[in-house]
């Protein structure tokens, strides 16, 4: 799939929730030099993207309108044959009112390789979402997807409306604006006023809304609370089958939307537990490694090697195996200043202490082996030691847009802090997105690990509102629930 340079894939998003992409879409985001991405694209799965990838947005700007068709068949067509692996993402599936065809077309004409990647579309997911098949054997054997908007009729779409009234399931892509069109057309045409209708806005997401009403009712309802896009207008007997609650909606977590704050480029498993109860959950800031190159201490010299991350652990072995050096032939013994490092030094098959038993066997040269972090860091517990650096983590400037979007969509209400580092790190980088504290005090709900952590917020300005007894996923994902039932969101 695609080793030769200069290649296109046309890529289906999903509707949104970033676990809808395809494991195909997400190895190709991945690989991508650059992306060209729609407005309706999920910002946290550009975090899936190279740190050096170039990201062209192809949505509406303050200062732009959109960027044409046209434009963008060009840039398509110059990135690759500018040798670029280019992604082209779009929003559900880029068949259904996608333009694809429009894009696929251009490559065609211009020579250029290139693969069409589908993606669950709007109709579909945000329907599955809220609970209701778009097929079942007793409330519907046929299903349609419709644009809701045409250019050609002032915006009203031109269709067979006798035809479409057979249908027992329509989904209205785009269709909002049009809405009491749509409906009555659909009257006009024999569907009974009676026939449910779902409006579905950000289906699968966390700010997932939706009003239910029928034919007859939607749209005066839909009038009255100014429901607006991107929405899908689910028509049928299957509507009947939502329930209060969706399985979705119904997730403890539903409606939550994190930012987990980190200060280096492993993932937290709490923040993945969270996940799983239905949270959105932005890691934040995205760090990148970049490895220490320089010539090494001779590690046989030292008695006792201190490793402060399992990064620095990998480093330490790769060099080893780099440099052709056995393992056997050190004696030092090998100390994990976390739980994460001793683990990370016993998956190499070698005996690890904690740091804490460190004074205890105290025998001679120590080497302590970190990131820069470390080595501004003063460790007098060590006393004596020589230090040497593993590697650096520089923060990849892509999360600032991908968080600067994400405010800007009101899509972050709780800000979770699990170390007085982590308050350091977000405070700072944070700062090119015009955020403050108290600026995100007032847009979140803080939620901190423990005492360091509350200590640190508190003396940097910020207003907490909780504070875990215990840095587990139960205590944390109570204290988010709490914090989102204050908000009256749920
Ligand atoms: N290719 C996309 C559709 C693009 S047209 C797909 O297959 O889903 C854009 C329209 O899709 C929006 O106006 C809206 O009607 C619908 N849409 C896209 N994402 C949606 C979402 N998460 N929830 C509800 N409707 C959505």
Redesign the pocket.
């Known amino acids: 799939m695609g080793e030769q340079k200069g290649y296109v894939f046309l890529v289906?998003a999903g509707?949104?929730d970033v676990r809808l992409l395809t494991l195909k879409g997400e190895q190709v985001i991945k690989e991508a030099d650059v992306i060209l991405y729609d407005r309706?694209v999920n910002p946290l799965l550009l975090e899936l993207a190279k740190p050096e990838a170039e990201l062209v947005y192809c949505g509406k700007l303050p200062d732009r309108h959109l960027l044409r068709q046209e434009s963008i068949n060009e840039l398509l067509v110059a990135y690759s044959q500018a040798g670029k692996r280019v992604v082209r993402l779009?929003?559900?599936?880029?068949?259904?009112?996608?333009r694809v065809g429009e894009e696929a077309q251009a490559l065609e004409q211009a020579g250029i390789r290139y693969e069409i990647v589908p993606?669950?579309?709007?109709?579909i997911?945000?329907a599955t979402y809220v609970g209701v098949p778009v097929t079942h054997r007793d409330h519907g054997a046929s299903f349609a997807m419709v644009t809701?908007?045409d250019k050609s009729d002032n915006g009203r779409p031109l269709l067979d409306w006798r035809g479409l009234a057979t249908i027992d399931t329509i989904a209205?892509?785009?269709?909002?604006k049009n809405l009491p069109y749509i409906c009555e057309q659909l009257l006009a045409h024999g569907k009974p006023g009676q026939t449910p209708v779902l409006l579905?806005?950000?289906?699968?997401?966390g700010k997932?809304k939706v009003l239910e009403g029928t034919i007859a009712t939607i749209s005066a309802e839909a009038s009255r609370v100014g429901f607006s896009?991107?929405?899908?207008?689910l028509i049928g007997d299957v509507a009947k089958l939502r329930t209060k609650e969706s399985w979705f909606e119904r997730q403890p977590l539903f409606g939550t939307h994190l930012l987990f704050a980190r200060t280096g480029s492993g993932k937290s498993e709490i923040a993945a537990g969270l996940t799983e109860l239905g949270a959105t959950v932005f890691e934040y800031p995205r760090f990148q490694t970049i490895w220490e190159t320089a010539p090494v201490p001779s590690f046989a010299e030292f008695q006792e090697i201190i490793f402060h991350s399992p990064a620095s652990v990998n480093w330490f072995f790769a060099k080893l195996k780099e440099l052709r050096i056995d393992i056997r032939s050190l004696t030092a013994d090998l100390y994990g200043a976390s739980g994460k490092s001793v683990k990370a030094i016993e998956s190499y098959t070698c005996l690890a202490y904690p740091v804490t038993k460190l004074t205890r066997h105290q025998q001679g040269k120590r080497l302590v082996i970190g990131d820069e972090r470390v080595e501004k860091r003063q460790l007098p517990d060590y006393g004596s030691y020589q230090f040497c650096r593993s590697h650096r983590e520089t923060v990849v400037a892509q999360s600032h847009m991908t968080c600067r979007r994400l405010l800007e969509e009101d899509r972050l209400d709780t800000i979770v802090f699990p170390s007085a580092e982590a308050v350091r790190v977000v405070t700072e980088e944070i700062k090119v997105c015009s955020e403050t504290p108290a600026s995100l005090s007032s847009r979140a709900a803080v939620i901190c690990f423990g005492p360091a952590s509350a200590n640190e917020a508190r003396r940097l300005g910020y207003e907490i509102r909780e504070t875990l007894q215990e840095p587990t996923r139960e205590a944390l994902s109570e204290a988010v629930m709490k914090a989102h039932f204050a908000k009256g969101r749920v």
Do not use: R
């Not at 779009?90 to 996608?98: A, M, N, Q, R, W």
């Not at 993606?119 to 109709?123: F, N, P, W």
């Open positions: 289906g509707p949104g309706l779009k929003g559900g599936d880029p068949s259904v009112f996608g993606g669950i579309t709007a109709g997911g945000a809701g908007h209205f892509y785009m269709g909002v579905i806005q950000w289906g699968t997401l997932q896009n991107p929405a899908i207008t």
